[in-house]
């Protein structure tokens, strides 16, 4: 291929990937736009509000528990964070590692539940939540999200690539089985568990359906299911408005996450294959 062919690929490559980026930023910098416009302002496409104001960021505040809401988010999606990374690494590794009568169809069985939709498990985690009494309640949250099949399928595929042998020699050396997990099996797989952690916390900070169901009173409501209540109680164009500052507001502890954390973030995109 001549010099100039190669030049003239190359700029359609970067002229494509212009495109993407552009059209994939977009939303986000107009979000943001709009949540400094005033009411009158709210659907025009510009990204340069007329008249620059941080009163939606007032009222956001003042109408609405935001920062308990911002709470309930943190604490939901930390803990189920940490409980997905405890017991997807320990199922995971009991699955990579021993061998029993049935592992097989454990796992199978394990696998088999991420091809049910979780719009059919909405009806039975309800009834579940109502009869334990956890309706508007941190624990009726959590609890679908405690435990991950595709954290299990993630960690075991890891685990089961390390080397018996040096398992082996860690036995013979007198290390008992946690020891052997926690000091030697998971230093070897942290690509992947900081890929599950990433994952669950995105997952769970932006949950919506869930948390919509089994919330009820203002306090109780994280993040999504927040920003929902402005479209639902104010019906004019300054509800779009606080929406939109809601949403903004929403993103900043997910951009400060990427930042700190993105060389980690991309290589589970890589590891995973997710887009």
């Known amino acids: 291929m001549s010099k100039g062919g190669g030049v003239l690929r190359k700029a359609a490559w970067y002229l494509l990937l212009s495109v993407g980026s ?46 308990q809401w911002v709470r309930n988010s943190l604490v939901v999606a930390v803990i189920t964070t940490l409980s997905v990374c405890l017991f997807d690494t320990v199922i995971g590794y009991v699955l990579a590692k021993f061998t029993f009568v049935g592992k097989k169809l454990i796992f199978v ?24 009494g956890w309706v508007d309640s941190y624990a009726g949250i959590l609890f679908p999200g405690l435990i991950s099949a595709f954290g299990i399928f993630l960690m075991k595929q890891f685990l089961e690539s390390l080397p018996s042998d040096l398992l082996d020699a860690a036995r013979i050396d007198g290390m008992n089985e946690w020891s052997i997990m926690l000091r030697i099996a998971v230093p070897l797989v942290k690509p992947a568990l900081a890929t599950l952690c990433i994952l669950s916390f995105l997952g769970s900070w932006n949950a919506f359906i869930w948390p919509l169901i089994v919330t009820q009173t ?40 990427f930042f700190v954390f993105q060389k980690q973030i991309i290589r589970g995109i890589a590891l995973t294959g997710f887009k």
């Open 22 to 67: 552009i059209g994939m930023i977009f939303p986000l910098v107009w979000m943001i736009a709009t949540s400094l416009k005033d009411s009158t302002d709210a659907f025009s496409l510009s990204v340069i509000p007329t008249g620059l104001t941080l009163d939606n960021y007032v009222e956001v505040f003042k109408k609405t528990p935001f920062t």
């Open 109 to 132: 069985a394990i696998l088999s539940t991420l091809m049910v939709p979780t719009e059919m498990l909405i009806i039975p985690w309800y009834l579940l939540t109502v009869k334990f």
């Open 218 to 257: 203002p306090e109780h409501l994280t993040i999504p299911v927040g920003i929902s209540y402005f479209s639902s109680e104010l019906k004019d164009r300054a509800s779009w408005v606080l929406v939109m500052t809601g949403a903004s507001l929403s993103v900043i502890p997910l951009i400060v996450l």
